[in-house]
């Protein structure tokens, strides 16, 4: 039995649906009309490139969200500022050891898998079991002291820099449009991660132990699964899926210990995603850095600064499972 | 009429049939049970009346009125109260405090007078207090009035719950298990205060349980589910006689 | 058995279980009489103390033999204190305070939240920065205090129910994201809005006017607008101590505990919700009113969600099981960049010019106190009243850790 508000809402979404997809559509259809020149589309291309490529980097800052959660129902406000540190271990590896793009790169990410496991045993560890709310404000609190911390490490400092990468300054054609390298690189590359990741959950060990630890806890320790281990390799993991994402983030961003404040951003395309699913979290990643972009395509500007948040409230008060959500009641 | 009547009660999980097609009225003043093994569904005909779960099918009428149609948090209101099979409690609250939010729909002042504590407010509290009180009484909650309930062992916990619902006047109070979890001395007190909130408090009782001697000791009528079909409907001396039943708890063999 | 095991249900629900509220009341009232009709320069440090000394003896006098009257002794010490303070200390102590006690409006308002209620907002600066330019907006229009003050209650108040709506909806932790994104875009209207708001310039206020039929006072200077602050904080404690004994407060409660629970007593979760998103938005509204006349000038960088986590911070550090964690909070947060200012000096010089030092401290003690000191200040000061009272039978395992406030909302 559906009330007329469910009905409703739901009419609204597909309303919303239909309105999005045209939104994208458009351009294409008024240039095959003649509406529209080439080289505006061509501008709309790249913009939506762009988006796609900053929503990637979203997508993985939420994925190492949403891990989080599922492990241990907590919100990781934090992860932002774990890709902050990773991107400055890559700057660290690369830029300043000039060590060869591929080698720093992957340096770099078993250094941030190895700094998450040591925030997991620093100060999550001890709060397991703890209400959901002291771990949030625990997170925040260390991703208030992680950029303190970098901020007073010599070398790293306060100060932007940039990490040389090979693909800096090449562009390739796309139709009409041109296209960065470094926007591509993002986009491939987060989709070689997401097909690893797969593989990890479906085919190894540990990745199935952890979705075993996601779905329920207690039933995952009396199968002797050791839980509390794998939330310490979660979070290295979730870590390391953050240094991935600084390592992409910085060609087109820069270094600053200020980058993690793109969490508030993979906030809303967790929800999106409906928090509790990994694949999710990316489309959730790629529809914030998308609508962005149409914001800033379509709307004056200023819109596109609050698109995530405009996107996230619709999303919650019309459809609060998500796009991919299913909504779950207690058993009393 | 009956006070409460269910009429071809339909429930699904997925692909699994909680409850088929299940008629059965409860009349006023009676206490009714319902026994069946794990799954058969006793819960889950709680948790719609409750309005926790919408079912696929069906009607209740409660004094001829559809539950259906309200909302979870009206149905007390209507005079149903009730308790879980697992307790749920406000753990973070005294025992007092408890009894208070059952009298949560018997409020009557509103939200300025509360901010301002007029005497009107005041008043209102006091009257609350004294009734919690009463209810305390009754159940031999005084010593453990100002205790959280974190603090409480399972048993008192179990008969907080019990006291909490009473607090709000039901006229139909549904008890989910009140035996689970209490040993054999608590057990035998619950059954008196069973019978006692039916003669002294005037309620009609739903319940759902396993501890046969209970069930012997208080029903009127029980009713026995099976993989959410009705079984048998009778005193407790038929039901138990009953060779469907048997088989439902023995397997098919008995 | 029934008369030694309890008391009476009157003085259940009294503010001090053992009375005195009356004349602690009166006695404060009195004193404050005594300030405004003295002459300037009449009543000086001296007086105070003279008057809180009577105050003192004739308290302590009436209710020497039990501990509530005692209760009431020292809250009536503490009025005494905060109402001579301006005559007491100087200009930039008295504004401090002034900070203080705002604070603590905010913070009471998230007590009722996060605390009693069990919700979880990230977004208050939003309801702050509404009650802020609300006020200046009226005040630069002309309108007095009681035209102004309520309307920036009104004003959070209904974005209060804006936010809290999801509720009818949602649970838990998205209803704390849906707050986030609330505030973030407040944030960007009050940027983007200029005719209104000033855009990034933002707003200037002076001190607030108090407008009655056929009286006009203005306030002068931070010695009177303390007074104003003190009376609206008074107000605000009384009303959610009020709140909290009475229905609406344990429906929160019951929210906060089992929602199921709460539904199947009959409660309104999402209607709960909403009133509690509504009541302590308003009074953040009210704290971001004053705040506003304090700062003198309010721009959109002053409401960003960094003042939403220090309000967090506030409640967390001093303790939000109780209103008194508001008031130990927002001292802490007054004093504490004054000590870290003060500390900056012994570094060296390297470490001490880095910007982000203050809040690498603050997350530091975020940290600290959600691992060691759950309950806040005020959870350790009532520990240690407890060491003394219990002298020599007080075990470390008296407190042992018990379940908080914030549930799983997953299972919900």
Redesign the interface.
């Known amino acids: 039995m559906t009330s007329w508000t469910d009905r409703l809402f739901a009419a609204i979404w597909r309303g919303l649906i239909l309105f999005a997809a045209l939104g994208v559509l458009a351009p294409f259809l008024l240039y095959a009309t003649g509406a529209m020149d080439a080289m505006r589309l061509g501008f709309y291309i790249q913009q939506l490139v762009s988006g796609a490529a900053i929503g990637c980097v979203y997508a993985m800052v939420a994925l190492g969200i949403v891990l989080i959660y599922k492990a241990t129902e907590t919100i990781n406000f934090a992860q932002g500022d774990l890709l902050m540190v990773g991107a400055f271990l890559s700057f660290t590896t690369i830029g300043i050891f000039g060590l060869p793009y591929a080698l720093g790169a992957l340096l770099a990410v078993a250094a941030a898998f190895l700094f998450g496991i040591l925030c997991e045993r620093a100060v999550i560890r001890p709060l397991v079991g703890e209400p959901a709310f002291s771990i949030v404000m625990v997170t925040i609190g260390l991703g208030f002291f992680l950029r303190a911390l970098v901020g007073l490490t010599p070398g790293w400092g306060t100060d932007t820099f940039t990490i040389p990468t090979p693909f800096t300054d090449h562009t390739v054609q796309l139709g009409p449009a041109i296209i960065s390298q470094n926007h591509a690189a993002i986009i491939l590359l987060t989709m070689a991660l997401c097909g690893a990741l797969y593989l990890f959950f479906a085919k190894t060990k540990i990745g199935v132990a952890m979705q075993a630890v996601s779905e329920n806890q207690l039933a995952a320790h009396y199968m002797g699964i050791p839980v509390k281990n794998l939330f310490t390799l979660i979070w290295g993991l979730s870590a390391a899926v953050a240094g991935v994402a600084g390592l992409l983030l910085a060609p087109i961003a820069f270094v600053h210990s200020q980058m993690g404040f793109i969490v508030f951003k993979a906030l809303p395309a967790a929800v999106l995603g409906g928090f509790a699913s990994l694949p999710g979290a990316i489309v959730g990643g790629l529809i914030v850095g998308i609508a962005e972009a149409l914001a800033g395509f379509y709307l004056p500007q200023g819109f596109k600064d609050v698109a995530a948040y405009a996107l996230l409230l619709i999303v919650l008060i019309v459809k609060p499972e998500g796009i991919f959500g299913e909504s779950g009641m207690k058993k009393v | 009429m009956s006070l409460l009547e269910i009429e071809k009660l339909e429930m699904r999980f997925g692909g699994l049939i909680a409850l088929k097609e299940l008629d059965c009225s409860v009349e006023e003043g009676e206490i009714f049970t319902i026994i069946g093994p794990n799954g058969a569904g006793k819960?889950t005909l709680f948790?719609i009346i409750?309005r926790?779960?919408?079912?696929f099918g069906g009607a209740i009428f409660y004094r001829g009125e559809n539950l259906?149609r309200r909302?979870?948090?009206?149905?007390?209101?209507l005079g149903i109260?009730?308790t879980?099979?697992?307790i749920?409690?406000?753990?973070?609250?005294t025992v007092?405090?408890n009894m208070?939010?059952?009298?949560?729909?018997r409020?009557q002042?509103g939200?300025l007078s509360?901010?301002?504590?007029l005497p009107s407010?005041?008043r209102e509290?006091?009257a609350h207090?004294?009734k919690a009180?009463e209810i305390m009484?009754f159940l031999k909650l005084?010593?453990y009035?100002d205790q959280?309930i974190?603090n409480l062992p399972y048993g008192v916990r179990k008969i907080v719950e019990l006291g909490?619902a009473l607090a709000?006047e039901p006229k139909l109070l549904l008890l989910d298990e009140p035996s689970s979890g209490l040993n054999a001395e608590e057990t035998r007190d619950m059954a008196f205060w069973i019978h006692d909130i039916r003669d002294l408090l005037g309620a009609t009782i739903l319940l759902v349980e396993h501890d046969m001697t209970l069930v012997r000791a208080v029903s009127d009528r029980v009713l026995a589910l099976n993989q959410g079909r009705a079984l048998a409907l009778g005193s407790p001396a038929e039901v138990s006689a009953d060779k469907a039943v048997a088989r439902a708890y023995l397997g098919e063999d008995a | 058995m029934r008369a030694l095991l309890k008391t009476a249900y009157a003085q259940d629900i009294r503010l001090f279980r053992y009375g005195g509220t009356g004349r602690l009341v009166c006695g404060l009232l009195f004193y404050a009489a005594l300030l405004v009709i003295a002459p300037r320069g009449f009543l000086t440090a001296w007086g105070a103390c003279l008057y809180a000394l009577a105050f003192g003896i004739i308290l302590l006098r009436r209710d020497s033999q039990d501990e509530g009257g005692s209760a009431a002794f020292w809250y009536g010490l503490l009025g005494v204190a905060l109402l001579s303070a301006p005559l007491l200390a100087d200009d930039y102590a008295v504004s401090q305070l002034s900070f203080v006690l705002t604070y603590a409006i905010a913070g009471i308002g998230l007590v009722l939240l996060s605390g009693q209620a069990g919700q979880i907002s990230l977004g208050h600066a939003a309801f702050m920065a509404a009650g802020a330019y609300t006020e200046a907006i009226l005040h630069n229009a002309g309108a007095g205090l009681l035209v102004s003050l309520p309307a920036a209650c009104l004003v959070a108040a209904a974005l209060g129910v804006l936010v809290g709506l999801p509720a009818l909806r949602m649970r838990g932790i998205y209803l704390a994201l849906a707050t986030y994104a609330f505030a973030f875009i407040v944030e960007e209207i009050l940027a983007r809005w200029e005719t209104v708001t000033g855009g990034n310039q933002g707003l200037t206020m002076d001190w607030p006017r108090l407008v009655l039929p056929g009286v006009s006072y203005g306030f002068e200077s931070e010695r009177e607008f303390y007074y104003l602050v003190l009376g609206v904080f008074a107000a605000a404690l009384l009303a959610a101590l009020n709140l909290m004994r009475s229905a609406t407060g344990r429906a929160f409660q019951a929210v906060r505990d089992s929602e199921i629970a709460a539904k199947s007593m009959g409660v309104n979760v999402a209607a709960v919700k909403t009133t509690a998103f509504t009541i302590s938005a308003g009074l953040t509204g009210i704290a971001g009113a004053l705040y506003g006349h304090l700062l003198f000038t309010i721009t959109p960088e002053g409401f960003t969600i960094f003042l939403s986590i220090n309000l967090l911070l506030m409640i967390v550090v001093g303790g939000m099981g109780s209103l008194h964690g508001a008031v130990f909070g927002a001292i802490f947060l007054v004093v504490l960049p004054q000590l870290i200012a003060s500390f900056r000096d012994l570094l060296p010089p390297a470490l001490a010019s880095q910007s982000g030092i203050e809040s690498g401290i603050f997350g530091l003690i975020i940290i600290l106190f959600v691992l060691f000191e759950p309950d806040g200040i005020y959870g350790r000061w009532v520990k240690i009243r407890a060491y003394f009272d219990l002298f020599p039978l007080y075990r470390k395992g008296s407190f042992r850790r018990q379940r908080r406030t914030m549930a799983s909302e997953r299972d919900r």
């Open positions: 819960s948790n409750s926790f779960y919408d079912p259906l909302p979870s948090h009206a149905i007390p209101r109260a009730r879980f099979q697992n749920e409690l406000f753990e973070g609250a007092l405090e208070l939010l059952g009298r949560h729909i409020r002042t939200f509360e901010l301002l504590f407010a005041r509290e006091e207090r004294h009180e009484d005084e010593a009035r959280r974190a909490r709000s």
